[in-house]
C-alpha cells in the first residue's frame, strides 16, 4: 500500500523559510515522479515542483523558480522541497504526490498517490 507522510510546514514571517518533507513508503516501482503541490482556500490545487527519482532536473511553477528548491534522497525514499523567501501568497497546504508514467509533471491531474498536506503559512 503507497503512502506519503508530509512534514515540515509551519508558520513563518515573510522573507523566512521552511523544508517540508514527504516519507514516501510502499511503492513498488522503481521510477516514479514525486510532485509538491499546494492549495489556498478557495483556489485550485497548482503544482509547485517536481522530480523524477534518479534525476536531477527538476520542474518548477514560475511562481517559485529562483526561491523553491527540489530535492530527494532516494535511499530513504524522501522528498524534500526546500522554500526561502517566502511570500504571504506562498500560504497554503502543501501536497506531496507520487505517480507512474507521469508526463505532466505540475498537473495534479497526473498523479494518483496523495499525502494527507501540511499547512504552511506566511504572515506579512
Known amino acids: 500500500q503507497v503512502r506519503l507522510v508530509e512534514s515540515g510546514g509551519g508558520s513563518v514571517p515573510a522573507g523566512g523559510s521552511l523544508r517540508p518533507s514527504c516519507k514516501v513508503s510502499?511503492?513498488?516501482?522503481?521510477?516514479?515522479?514525486i510532485g509538491w503541490f499546494r492549495q489556498a482556500p478557495g483556489k485550485e490545487r497548482e503544482g509547485v515542483a517536481a522530480i523524477r527519482t534518479g534525476s536531477d532536473s527538476p520542474y518548477y511553477a514560475n511562481s517559485v523558480k529562483g526561491r523553491f528548491t527540489i530535492a530527494q534522497d532516494n535511499a530513504k525514499k524522501i522528498a524534500y522541497l526546500q522554500m526561502n523567501s517566502l511570500k504571504p501568497d506562498d500560504t497554503a497546504m502543501y501536497y506531496c504526490?507520487?505517480?507512474?508514467?507521469?508526463?505532466?509533471?505540475?498537473?495534479?491531474?497526473?498523479?494518483?498517490?496523495w499525502g494527507q498536506g501540511t499547512q504552511v503559512t506566511v504572515s506579512s
Open positions: 510502499g511503492y513498488t516501482a522503481s521510477s516514479y515522479c
Open positions: 504526490a507520487a505517480g507512474v508514467g507521469v508526463r505532466l509533471v505540475l498537473d495534479p491531474d497526473e498523479y494518483n498517490s
